[in-house]
């Protein structure tokens, strides 16, 4: 496959996951947090046994197995969940801008346990990801410590669960790059999140289903975004220019707030716009800080 076509496959990756906010969203509003998190991932676990299949366990290192399927599952959980329990629109933008954390976080990680060689540049790449998390919550008032503690306050579990998935995904970030030895399990990770998602239904009491035209497109959206989403971004990764996919990947909590706030109906303020926009540039700060170190690397080599 030519490379720049694999490379537009990839951003069409991440168009599809800027929706999955606003799609999870409204998907929870007509089937519930839990039952319409289960119908999402049952139906994204279809798409991609038609689309990726179904791989070779045999092939799979025990450790990846065993560990990827425990992370990916409780991220997956905490994204879906902490969206579903959000009591408006405009709540589960926020939260969804919390799990949008896990990128400068995961770059983080990959210096302390790894050891990546970086530049300096990544401490003020994090704190301005996290200022920019802080005047998303302020709200109008902006860098507001009574304003955020009270919005936070308001539904801890939700923005609790968006908080734990950003760490969680760093984690599983760095800690597969070396225990999968090549391997993709996302089929069989999508099928656990599923069945761990209708057990939790299924032990637990529920509101019925609001059944509507609306609900059902809303599902097989977030099907496709989720589906297709991981599908694309295979492509785009193993064919396409990693580069430019890595670069164009932080500006997704921007692209994801303007897909939501038109799917939700939800106004924003320019500070949430602002600390949104922070967010996007402390996470492409701190990949650039890893990247600058690896060009002055190659360039020493080359002379």
Partial sequence: MPQKKATLIGLIAILLWSAIVGLIKSVSEGFGPIGGAALIYSCSAVLLLFTVGFPNLRQFPRSYLIVGSILFVCYELCLSLSLGFTHSGRQAIEVGMVNYLWPSMTILLAVIVNRQKTSPLIIPGVILAVAGICRVLGGDQGFSFSEMTHNVMENPLSYGLAFSGAIIWAIYCVVTKFIANGNNGITLFFILTALTLWMKYLISPQPEFVLSWHSWISL????????????????GILHGNVTVLAAASYFIPIVS???????????????????????????????????????????????
């Fill in 220 to 235: 097989l959206l977030a099907a496709i975004a989720m589906g297709f989403g991981y599908a694309a971004w295979n492509v």
């Fill in 257 to 303: 707030a303007v897909l939501a706030a038109f799917m939700l109906n939800s106004h924003l303020a320019l500070s949430f716009w602002q600390g949104t926009a922070m967010v996007s540039l402390g996470s492409l700060i701190c990949w650039w800080s890893t990247r600058s170190v690896e060009r002055k690397k190659i360039h020493r080599e080359a002379s």
